[in-house]
């Protein structure tokens, strides 16, 4: 391979792992009802980065069902780059909310034969089945599983291979968990797959029931996953008192968490924090420490210890140990909420410069995609004077849904409304 090969196979690589993680951004953003601003995200992409730009608003166009924007960020993208992956899995969508099914086949075929990436293999797959090609999708979907064992791969697979049978869905997410343990949706589709199931006792039960006859440590493990997280949804209820909760449970868990990875096993820490089980929390995490080696890792396991110096009343370590999370990993938005958490109640000037610093470190787009850092961002604004500032990102976060937080926004709505009006 010469140099210039070599280079432009870096360049190539590097372009697409900038389109899969801005589509991402964009996506998530349409889903949580922001369509405005993934298009104005996707816009400002257009001056620095065209490709990544143009097949990012390809995706808004997608997600929101817009064939004429749709066909004009595939014409801008394509006279850039025709035959690059991306683009022609833009291409396929476009054919497909088009209804020239046999047109998206082909070209999608041309995607996937372009070097697509695992999230744009995923979509192809998904754009398979959904236009009736379903062996083509479950072909694409096991070379993914067999390629890099894809967590988002065996999501697919579970919901397509339910037919066979719920316990064959359980294995893939199962497997998805495993690999992507800090992902709603596995444990999410895991928990479906418990509620829908016919076994008449709780879940708590069930999982006892799991746990004892699985037949893989994988399932061992998530059987007392879903016992914990029973309890935690029990927990300070009087239903709690009808489940039995045996110490031998925690330790069971704990030893259970040997046979897994270790983010999985940091999955279980935080359960474990959760229910106030502070001596077997810290156990998961020292067991956990030598084995971490990403930098996600690491900053999870220092949000962890974090969560337990916070939970202790020791604000100051957990400052410190939320501080190294967002060392290992700037992006971590969870830290970041911690952090500023624990800096509200320091009330110094130091810690008030230190949060406006912890939410300028973070992206605007990590910031959006995070309500309660969206959250904190309008306190920062509110408590600076910036009513109009706080305002539009209040209006920004009642597009979509708030959950729990929706009393504190709805109450900052009516704060800031009411000064502005005087």
Request: charged share 20%; with cysteine.
């Amino acid at each position: 391979m010469t140099d210039a090969t070599a280079q432009a196979t870096v360049t190539a690589t590097t372009t697409a792992t900038l389109i899969d993680e801005h589509v991402d951004v964009v996506t998530r953003l349409c889903q949580q009802g922001h369509v405005n601003a993934a298009r104005g995200y996707a816009a400002g992409l257009v001056v620095d980065e065209p490709l990544v730009g143009h097949v990012a608003s390809a995706a808004v166009a997608a997600a929101t069902g817009d064939l004429p924007a749709l066909r004009s960020a595939v014409a801008a993208a394509s006279a850039l780059a025709p035959n690059h992956a991306a683009v022609l899995g833009a291409a396929a969508v476009m054919h497909a909310l088009a209804g020239d099914a046999a047109l998206a086949y082909e070209t999608a075929r041309a995607a996937f034969g372009a070097g697509a990436t695992a999230r744009g293999r995923n979509a192809l797959a998904r754009l398979m089945l959904g236009i009736g090609k379903r062996n083509d999708g479950l072909a694409m979907l096991e070379a993914l599983v067999a390629d890099g064992d894809d967590a988002e791969a065996h999501m697919q697979l579970g919901a397509q291979k339910r037919m066979y049978g719920p316990e064959v869905a359980l294995e893939h997410y199962v497997a998805a968990f495993l690999r992507a343990p800090t992902e709603p949706t596995p444990m999410q589709a895991i928990l479906h797959e418990v509620r829908e199931s016919s076994w008449p006792v709780g879940v708590a039960v069930l999982a006892r029931h799991m746990r004892a006859t699985a037949e893989t440590s994988s399932l061992r493990f998530v059987a007392d996953l879903l016992g914990l997280a029973a309890r935690l949804y029990l927990k300070n209820t009087p239903l709690a008192s009808l489940v039995e909760t045996p110490p031998t449970l925690f330790t069971g868990a704990l030893e259970a968490a040997r046979e897994v990875p270790v983010g999985a096993q940091l999955v279980l820490a935080g359960l474990l924090v959760d229910l106030g089980r502070v001596d077997e929390a810290q156990l998961g995490l020292s067991r956990a420490a030598p084995a971490l080696s990403t930098p996600h890792e690491r900053a999870h396991h220092a949000f962890l210890e974090g969560r337990l110096a916070q939970a202790a009343g020791r604000v100051q370590e957990a400052a410190v140990r939320y501080e190294a999370a967002l060392v290992h990993e700037p992006g971590y938005t969870d830290a970041a909420c911690n952090l500023i958490d624990v800096l509200v109640g320091i009330k110094t000037p130091a810690a008030n410069e230190r949060i406006a610093s912890v939410v300028a470190e973070i992206p605007e787009s990590k910031r959006r995609l995070n309500p309660m850092l969206t959250y904190n961002e309008a306190g920062l604004l509110e408590m600076r004077g910036d009513r109009k500032g706080a305002l539009e990102l209040v209006a920004f976060l009642q597009e979509g849904p708030l959950g729990v937080l929706e009393p504190a926004v709805r109450a900052m709505h009516a704060r800031l409304s009411r000064v502005t009006r005087v």
